[in-house]
């Protein structure tokens, strides 16, 4: 796919004017190349012996023209981020003086690199395993205090080591059950099965619960999923809008007026909430509203809290005090966090302190439409989402390590069934194999140039 002898270079800032620009270079010939343009201000360095870790000013020449006064990183094989020789040019930001470096360097015989190729060699290298390749990718990519947190464990190894230490322990099995199929005539049993089904039952848990964190890392990478539900003219738009400090929904007085799905992230302290305002649960006559009452359904199914909003002030006591009774009941059984919000506190006589006592249910009581205690929300949200203690779990971001590790479920189910209706160890024996093979695509001990491409090419040029 990717010819890795050749010396290649990109610019690894992004596209147009900055002060500094940093064009790399990784490769064989990078240091005889810079040889014949770069012109150090010390004379008494000597280029062909650049000491490594260090950086040097100097100027880039085209022949005798001039290009710009530069700054060279020079890092020597393998300690470099390729495993390399490789050179950072730190040039002026002016996208003409990027293209005539870039220029010259390719007149030199240096190649343009691919999308992702600095990190691919990187991995090729053996300086980072495939999922620390894919956490670089993540890291650039992360906007918010959870995606980087999550991308740098990720990038220092913690998802690949438990994946590593999975296949470590299984392939001793496969060897003792191949060995087991080498004296298939004379019956014996070197693999032995209650610590084979011991490995089996951990390893079936281990991969359930990295399949179960994928929920939890997709949410954080696209915004945890809240749902605003009430009904109608309880005030979710305004709501949805106080919290946005934008008018995004639409605000009517006419009920049912929201009858979309409108979803809205921001970030609250360094996570990011989707928010996701419904028309509610009332059942209407009218077609388009309904189809917005049943996304409303789909819209609580995915998510994680949801705020139900009580319009307080017209509606009598004991019709609240129902509607709270149905909202327990309502969402008792699905596994979500349920924050109530009274709403339109504004337009009540008297404090609602006397209804506080009687909803025996934590209750935080707000004015949507003049932003009053809106800031409650944000901790009660925060308080549902308690990173702190999910920062100590392993989370499974990336979509790729979720399709592999449902075929080891597959593939698990199948020794299960196997076992259970006593068929012969060289079924087991392939299934073991099968499991072995799809945590190793994980790590990257087991590739081919489809699963790269696939991976690289959706790195920027320069990464
Ligand atoms: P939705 O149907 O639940 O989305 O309700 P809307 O957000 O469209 O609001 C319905 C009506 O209630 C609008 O006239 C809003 O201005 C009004 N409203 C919403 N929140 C408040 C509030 O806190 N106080 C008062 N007085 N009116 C509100």
Request: hydrophobic content about 40%; overall charge negative.
């Amino acid at each position: 796919m990717f010819n890795n002898n050749d010396t290649i270079c990109a610019i690894a800032t992004p596209q147009g004017t900055g002060a500094i620009a940093v064009i790399r270079i990784s490769g064989n010939k990078s240091f005889e190349v810079i040889h014949q343009i770069f012109k150090p201000k010390n004379e008494n360095i000597n280029l062909l012996d650049l000491e490594p870790y260090k950086v040097y000013y100097g100027e880039i020449y085209d022949k005798n023209q001039l290009i710009d006064d530069v700054l060279i990183s020079v890092f020597k094989a393998p300690h470099s981020y390729t495993g390399e020789h490789s050179l950072e040019i730190s040039c002026h930001g002016s996208p003409y003086i990027q293209r005539l470096i870039l220029e010259l360097l390719v007149s030199k015989g240096i190649r343009l690199a691919e999308a992702g190729e600095f990190t691919l060699r990187a991995f090729l290298n053996g300086k980072m395993d495939l999922t620390q390749a894919e956490a670089v990718a993540d890291l650039i990519a992360s906007q918010s205090k959870t995606m980087h947190e999550l991308a740098l464990k990720q990038m220092r190894g913690g998802f690949s080591n438990k994946i590593t230490e999975l296949r470590k322990q299984l392939l001793d099995f496969a060897s003792l059950i191949e060995l087991e199929l080498d004296f298939s005539e004379e019956d014996v049993e070197f693999a032995d099965r209650t610590q084979l089904f011991a490995l089996l039952a951990n390893l079936k848990e281990e991969v359930n619960r990295l399949l179960e964190s994928f929920k939890l890392g997709n949410a954080i990478k696209n915004g945890i999923p809240v749902a605003i539900i009430g009904k109608p003219n309880a005030g979710k738009s305004t709501l949805l809008n106080a919290l946005l400090n934008e008018e995004k929904a639409i605000v009517s007085e006419i009920p049912g007026t929201t009858r979309d799905t409108i979803e809205d992230t921001i970030m609250l302290r360094g996570t990011a909430f989707r928010f996701i305002d419904t028309a509610g649960l009332r059942t209407s006559d009218n077609p388009i509203e309904n189809i917005g009452i049943e996304r409303t359904h789909s819209t609580i199914e995915k998510s994680f809290i949801i705020l139900y909003l009580i319009d307080i002030c017209n509606s009598s006591v004991e019709e609240i005090l129902e509607e709270v009774k149905l909202i327990k009941t309502q969402f008792s059984n699905l596994d979500k966090h349920v924050v109530i919000l009274a709403n339109k506190t504004d337009m009540l006589e008297e404090s609602p302190k006397e209804l506080a006592k009687l909803l025996e249910q934590e209750t935080i009581f707000i004015s949507a439409k003049r932003k009053e205690n809106i800031n409650l929300i944000t901790e009660a949200l925060l308080k549902v989402a308690k990173w702190d203690e999910l920062s100590e779990q392993l989370i499974m971001l990336n979509v790729r390590h979720y399709a592999v590790l449902l075929e080891v479920q597959q593939s698990i189910a199948n020794i299960e069934k196997a076992f259970a209706d006593k068929l012969s160890s060289e079924l087991i024996a392939i299934d073991i194999k099968n499991i072995l093979h799809y945590l190793g695509e994980i790590t990257g001990e087991i590739t081919n140039d489809e699963i790269l491409g696939n991976i690289f090419g959706h790195f920027c040029i320069g990464k």
